[in-house]
C-alpha cells in the first residue's frame, strides 16, 4: 500500500469532495438499512392478521420488535398503530398499504443521496486522474535525453494512460466501494445484534472463510495484474514503433515479420490475461456462494425458532435478516473486485512511481542565472563519454568562439560532431571539462534560457501533426508580421509551399510524412531561422536537399548569419561559405583547425574530404 501513499496530496486536494462523498455514503446506507426493519415490522403485521391474533397480543409482540428498530422505523410504527377509533380492521389493510408508500419514499431518498455520492467521490477520482496525467507529462519533460534513450515510447504512454485509468479505479470505484461496504457493515451489524446475536453469529459465520480465500486470492491477483502490465507496455511499444517505421516496413516486405512479433507479444498478454480472468472467475462465484449459503442457514435456524416458539422469534424476524444479507451481499462481494481493482492499482502507482522518482541528470532548475548570451563559447578540456553505450564521444574537447564568428565542425560519421551540439544545449553534462557561455558555466544558467537563446536545428527532423506555418512558428509566442514567409524565404522553401492548395496552412502529416526529406530539413531551417538568437547551431541539416537548393540556403544563411554566433556540423564541406574557423574531428578528437584555405595547404584529413567531395560532386548528373 505504500505505493498509494504519493496519491495522498490529492486525495487533500480536493478533500471536500472525499469528505462530502464519505457523508453520502453514510447517508445512503442509513436510509437502505431502515427497509429490513420496516419490511420485519409489515411482515409480522400480516402474520399476525392471517393467524387470528387477538390485536392487544398483536401489539404488544409488535412492540417488543420496535424497540430494537431505529428510531426514525419506531416513529413511523407508532403513527401507524394509531388506528382511528372503531377502524381497527380497516386501519390495518390500510397501514400495510402506507407501509409500502413509506418504503418507496426511503428508497427514493437513499437513490438520491446514492446519486451525490457518485458525484462526488467518482468526479474526486476524474479530477484526480487529470492531476495525475498533468504530472506525469510534465515530468517527462523534464526528464533528460539519457532516459529516452534507454526508455521506449510505448512504455512511456502506457504509463500515462492505462496505469494512471487503474489508479483511477482506485481513487474512485475501490474507495467508494469499500467505504460502501464499511457503512453496510457497521448498520446492519449493529440492528442485526440488537434483533438477535443468535441469528447475527449464524448468518456472519462464513465471513471468515471469504476473509481468508480475499487474502490468498489478492496476492495472486497482484502478481498476475503485474506481469500483465508490463507485458502490455511491450506491446504498446511493438505497435507504435511498427506504425512510425510503417513505410520501412513496407519497402523491405516486412508486414508478416512484424505481424508474427505483434503476435507473440500480443499472445503472452492474452494467455496472463485470460489466466488472470480464470482467478477472478472462480474468485466471484466462490463468494456468492458463500452468501447464500449464508441467507440458507439464517433462514433454516430462524425458521426452527419460530416452530420451537423461541422467545423473540418470528417470522417478521427472518425476512430482516434475509434482507440484511441482501444488502450486504453486493458489498461483500464487491470486496474481491476492490481487492483487485486495489491490487492493480498498487501496481500501476509503482510503474508510474518509478519514472516519478526519476531524478534528471540535467535538472530544469538548477541553474539560477539567466544571462543574455552575446555569443562567446568556450570548450576546455571537456571529455564526454555516453552512458548508455560507454561511447568516448568527445575527448580533451578546447574551442574558444567568439560572438558573431561562423565555426565550421566537420568530420567523419561518428566522430563526435552532433555530441558537441547536444552539449551546448546542455542535452548532457561533461565528464570532464568546463563548457562556459560568455564566461558563465553552463550549469549555472538556467535551462529555458539557455534554449530559447539558441536556435537548433537537429540532425534527425521532427515536425508536428500541424500545419507548416504553426511548424515553423513553434516554440515562438508571438511572431511579427511576415517573419514566418521569410523564414522559408531563407531557407528555400517559400516557393514549395505557395505551390500546395492551402499554402502555408497545409497539414503535414505524422512526422511530417507528407513532406520529402528535404523539405521537411528546410521546414526544420526556417523554424529556427523565424526565432531569431543570437546564437544558431545547425546539425548536419542539408543532408537531403540537391546541390541547387544547397548553394541557394548557403547563399541566404550568409546574409542571415550576420552578427550572430553560428555552429553549422556537417559532414559536407561549404566552399562557399567563409568560417572564422574550421574544426575537423575523428574518434572525439580535434585533428585538424583553420579556415579553409589553412586547411587545404595542410594537405591532411580536412584536404582528403574535400577531394573526395569534389569527386563526388563531378560524379553526380
Known amino acids: 500500500m505504500k505505493q498509494l501513499y504519493s496519491l ?32 420485519g415490522y409489515v411482515v409480522n403485521t400480516v402474520v399476525h392478521a392471517i ?9 404488544r409482540a409488535i412492540q417488543k420488535d420496535e424497540s430494537n428498530y431505529d428510531f426514525m422505523v419506531q416513529a413511523v410504527i407508532q403513527r401507524f398503530e394509531q388506528a382511528p377509533p372503531g377502524k381497527e380492521q380497516e386501519w390495518r389493510s390500510r397501514k400495510i398499504l402506507y407501509a409500502g408508500i413509506t418504503l418507496l419514499v426511503i428508497a427514493i431518498i437513499s437513490g438520491f443521496f446514492m446519486f ?3 458525484q462526488t467521490i467518482i468526479v474526486m477520482s476524474r479530477h484526480i486522474e487529470f492531476d495525475q496525467k498533468n504530472e506525469i507529462f510534465t515530468h517527462y519533460q523534464q526528464l533528460d535525453t ?32 469499500f467505504i460502501n461496504l464499511a457503512a453496510v457493515i457497521g448498520f446492519s451489524i449493529y440492528f442485526m445484534l440488537k434483533a438477535s446475536p443468535k441469528l447475527t453469529l449464524v448468518a456472519l459465520s462464513p465471513l471468515p472463510i471469504l476473509a481468508i480465500s480475499i487474502y490468498f486470492v489478492n496476492t495472486i491477483i497482484n502478481r498476475k495484474s503485474e506481469r500483465i502490465q508490463s507485458l502490455l507496455s511491450d506491446l504498446t511499444t511493438n505497435a507504435q514503433e511498427s506504425y512510425s517505421g510503417i513505410r520501412v516496413i513496407k519497402s523491405f516486405v516486412q508486414e508478416k515479420a512484424m505481424l508474427g512479433f505483434f ?40 425458521s426452527m425458532d419460530v416452530i420451537n416458539q423461541v422467545e423473540g422469534a418470528n417470522v417478521g424476524r427472518i425476512a430482516e435478516f434475509v434482507m440484511y444479507i441482501q444488502m450486504l451481499t453486493f458489498p461483500v462481494s464487491a470486496i474481491g473486485w476492490t481487492a483487485s481493482m486495489t491490487q492493480r492499482a498498487i501496481t500501476s502507482q509503482r510503474r508510474i512511481n518509478e519514472f516519478l522518482l526519476t531524478e534528471p541528470v540535467i535538472n530544469v532548475h538548477a541553474g539560477s542565472l539567466k544571462p543574455k548570451l552575446e555569443g562567446n563559447i568556450s570548450f576546455a578540456g571537456v571529455d564526454f563519454r555516453y552512458p548508455h553505450t560507454g561511447i568516448h564521444a568527445l575527448k580533451d574537447f578546447t574551442m574558444q568562439i567568439k560572438a558573431g564568428q561562423k565555426i565550421a565542425i566537420v568530420g567523419r560519421t561518428g566522430s563526435g560532431k552532433s555530441t558537441v551540439a547536444q552539449l551546448l544545449l546542455h542535452m548532457y553534462e561533461p565528464d570532464q571539462g568546463i563548457l562556459t557561455f560568455d564566461g558563465v558555466p553552463v550549469n549555472s544558467i538556467q535551462l529555458e534560457s539557455l534554449r530559447s537563446q539558441i536556435s537548433y ?22 511572431a511579427k508580421a511576415g517573419a514566418v514567409k521569410n523564414a522559408a524565404i531563407q531557407a528555400s522553401i517559400h516557393d514549395e509551399i505557395e505551390k500546395f492548395a492551402l499554402g502555408y496552412e497545409t497539414l503535414v502529416g505524422e512526422r511530417g510524412v ?107 548528373p
Open 51 to 59: 393467524s387470528g391474533q387477538d390485536a392487544d397480543r398483536a401489539n
Open 457 to 478: 536545428v537537429p540532425q534527425d527532423v521532427f515536425l508536428f501533426s500541424e500545419t507548416i506555418q504553426n511548424n515553423i512558428l513553434f516554440g515562438m509566442d508571438e
Open 263 to 302: 503476435k507473440t507479444n500480443s499472445e503472452a498478454y492474452r494467455k496472463n490475461a485470460l489466466s488472470l480472468a480464470k482467478t477472478e472467475a472462480i474468485y466471484f462465484p466462490s463468494m456468492a456462494l458463500l452468501i447464500g449459503l449464508s441467507t440458507l442457514i439464517t433462514i433454516m435456524v430462524g
Open 116 to 118: 451525490l455520492m457518485r
Open 146 to 177: 539519457q532516459f529516452y534513450k534507454t526508455h521506449s515510447t510505448g512504455d512511456l504512454m502506457n504509463r500515462i494512460s492505462e496505469d494512471v485509468s487503474r489508479v483511477r479505479m482506485y481513487t474512485g470505484p475501490a474507495i467508494m466501494y
Open 8 to 39: 495522498n496530496k490529492y486525495f487533500w486536494k480536493y478533500r471536500w469532495h472525499f469528505i462530502l462523498g464519505l457523508v453520502f455514503v453514510v447517508l445512503t446506507n442509513y436510509f437502505r438499512i431502515l427497509a429490513p426493519q420496516l419490511t
Open 514 to 620: 507528407t513532406l520529402s526529406g528535404g523539405q521537411k530539413q528546410r521546414i526544420s531551417i526556417a523554424r529556427a531561422l523565424v526565432k531569431d538568437p543570437s546564437i544558431v547551431v545547425f546539425d548536419d541539416c542539408l543532408s537531403a536537399v540537391d546541390a541547387r537548393t544547397e548553394k541557394s540556403i548557403i547563399s541566404n544563411l550568409y546574409a542571415y548569419l550576420d552578427n550572430k554566433t553560428a555552429i553549422i556540423i556537417t559532414h559536407r564541406i561549404f566552399s562557399l561559405f567563409e568560417f572564422d574557423q574550421v574544426i575537423v574531428m575523428d574518434e572525439g578528437a580535434i585533428v585538424e583547425r583553420g579556415t579553409h584555405h589553412q586547411l587545404m595547404q595542410q594537405n591532411g584529413l580536412y584536404a582528403e574530404m574535400y577531394a573526395r567531395q569534389q569527386e563526388q560532386d563531378s560524379d553526380t
